[in-house]
């Protein structure tokens, strides 16, 4: 079932066009640069989106512009991930994952703080931020050494149910999703205005 769902809605937003994903993206990127907490954070922690996701290039470059931090994943052998800042786009390459990462080693990833937040990727969201990724587990296992970040999933509104997604008790809820139509539920919603 999970697997088939997410073929099915990654099939969907693979047959978007262009412009619609650009301006639904623009339109998520407008919901949360509006809200209180991206006005709290000093950190925006977020993914470097690939070409059929939704596009964060524009979100960076905003926080970029309010003065904030970006830090972007890097993604490790075994399941592991870290964060780390970046000031500019030219600092990205492609990964052996195939997705744009920094090029740069530290021995300790970026500390989310209090107020920060982190703009999660995924294929399938349910209206409750239960998630399906890509099948590699990275952000549930970070996210469950920092439980009480707010984790904002992005994606576009077919690629949230209105049923339960079935999920593994492993399995991070997000906090809140955000669609191109708007805030639409999550573990926590109330908390994003």
């Known amino acids: 079932m999970k697997t088939i769902l997410r073929q099915k809605i990654l099939g969907q937003r693979k047959d978007m066009s262009g412009a619609h994903r650009q301006e639904g993206s623009q339109k ?36 970029w512009q309010d003065g904030k931090k970006v830090a972007v994943p890097i993604a490790k052998k075994g399941g592991k991930m870290y964060f780390v800042n970046i000031v500019s786009f030219v600092e990205l390459q492609k990964s052996r994952f195939g997705v744009m990462e920094p090029q740069k080693e530290e021995s300790k990833g970026v500390i989310p703080q209090k107020d920060d937040i982190f703009i999660v990727p995924g294929s399938v969201f349910d209206e409750k931020g239960n998630r399906y990724g890509y099948g590699g587990g990275y952000y549930d296992r970070y996210f469950q050494s920092y439980p009480d970040i707010f984790k904002i999933g992005v994606a576009f509104s077919f690629q949230v149910m209105d ?31």
Not at 30 to 56: G, H, L, P, W
Request: proline share 3%; hydrophobic share 35%; net charge negative.
């Open 28 to 63: 998520i990127v407008n919901v949360i640069c509006n809200s209180s907490r991206y006005q709290k954070a000093d950190t925006i922690f977020t993914f470097v989106s690939m070409e059929e996701e939704v596009n964060t290039y524009p979100l960076i470059e905003r926080a």
């Open 163 to 193: 049923f339960e997604l079935q999920v593994e008790q492993y399995d991070v809820p997000v906090d809140c999703v955000v669609t191109e139509n708007g805030l639409i539920g999550g573990s926590n919603h109330e908390c994003f205005d």
